[in-house]
């Protein structure tokens, strides 16, 4: 299918989740996942609206920068290694993964301009998802205060692989609960506005639940290519 029909499909969910609750279209924001695709569906995704598209590899981005260049708005959405932080740090405007401070030491040494992070947090506890804990969160955001390039806009996480309802809403509800707790804070550095959560499977879901982010690649670009 054509990215403009998968998104036209998506957007009818979208609209349809939050009017059950109660939310403004207008908060929700589709980071299309480009990691498995062409530059050529990347394109058309832009093309059909999608302005904000997602990375997971330095590699995998550097390719379509190249020739879509700073027209959509990136998103490094996957796992960030320290030592690939120098090729993608001027052409990304959003990192998902700030989960160390040894990554966010190389942020902002790289850095020209402060960069919007979300910090990821493995709120399901699985050994294999990354991410600080639930616990560390409040007390690492706080440690950043004197990074002048990092802007801690968010929270980040990944609900378990799974169709119970009931954990993934408890999964998305314990990151909103958090992003509370951090704007509570008032801390000048991290107004914590957004909350990356929702795949293509749960993106409904998570809306639901408060996601402002919703990070979907194969319901809406298709798989690997």
């Known amino acids: 299918m054509r990215v403009a029909d998968n998104k036209t499909i998506i957007d009818e969910k979208i609209n349809a989740a939050c009017q059950k609750s109660g939310r ?3 908060e929700i924001t589709i980071v299309a996942v480009t990691k498995y695709v062409s530059v050529e569906r990347a394109t058309e995704a832009f093309e059909a609206g999608l302005y904000h598209l997602g990375e997971n590899r330095d590699e995998g981005l550097l390719n379509k920068y190249t020739v879509l260049g700073d027209k959509p708005i990136w998103h490094y959405i996957g796992s960030l290694q320290t030592r690939k932080v ?26 020209t301009k402060p960069i919007k992070c979300l910090v990821q947090v ?27 390039n990092i802007q801690i806009a968010g929270l980040m996480t990944m609900a378990p692989l799974t169709e119970d309802e ?6 998305f509800k314990k990151l909103k609960e958090l992003q ?6 008032n801390m000048t550095h991290a107004p914590c506005m957004e909350l990356s959560m929702g795949m293509s499977n749960d ?23």
């Open 86 to 111: 120098k090729n993608i740090i001027d052409k990304v405007e959003y990192i998902h993964s700030l989960d160390r401070i040894s990554l966010a030491e190389e942020i902002e040494k790289r850095a």
């Open 180 to 185: 509370k707790e951090v704007q509570a804070a």
């Open 122 to 148: 493995n709120v399901s506890g699985e050994e294999s998802k990354q991410g600080i804990t639930p616990l560390e969160t409040l007390s690492f955001i706080r440690n950043l205060d004197s990074f002048s």
């Open 166 to 171: 009931n954990k993934l809403r408890a999964c």
């Open 203 to 225: 993106y409904t879901i998570a809306i639901e639940e408060g996601a402002t982010m919703i990070r979907i690649g194969t319901a809406l670009v298709g798989g690997e290519s």
């Open 24 to 26: 403004n279209r207008n």
